[in-house]
Nanobody, 116 residues
Framework: QVQLVESGGALVQPGGSLRLSCAAS????????MSWYRQAPGKERELVAS????????NYADSVKGRFTISRGNAKNMVYLQMNSLKPEDTAVYYC?????????WGQGTQVTVSS
């Protein structure tokens, strides 16, 4: 059974930091590119960051460049999103995504709220 389980979401003050984690199981993790998406209320889901299957290539949305870092640990089937200098506009549900040769998988999401 394929699972992507996100964790680490929380309420944080502007300027603070959070680290999101995504635990993957049920598929060959090392063969999949991984991404983080987010969806704010009333807005479409948007790509935040992605990382290639080997971890050698990363991409970021312009809005998070220099503040967020995506990483992965293929030995542990984990992907992470380190978020620094958080802003109120980063408030959203954050989703883990896996894209492979044949399938695309999504997690259930974790809520991040940036507010004072």
């Amino acid at each position: 059974q394929v699972q992507l389980v996100e964790s680490g979401g929380a309420l944080v003050q502007p300027g603070g930091s959070l680290r999101l984690s995504c635990a993957a199981s049920g598929f060959i993790f090392r063969s999949y590119a991984m991404s983080w998406y987010r969806q704010a209320p009333g807005k479409e889901r948007e790509l935040v960051a992605s990382i290639s299957s080997t971890g050698g290539n990363t991409n970021y949305a312009d809005s998070v460049k220099g503040r967020f870092t995506i990483s992965r640990g293929n030995a542990k089937n984990m992907v992470y999103l380190q978020m620094n200098s958080l802003k109120p506009e980063d408030t959203a549900v954050y989703y883990c995504n896996a894209v492979g040769p044949e399938y695309i998988y999504w997690g259930q999401g974790t809520q991040v709220t940036v507010s004072s």
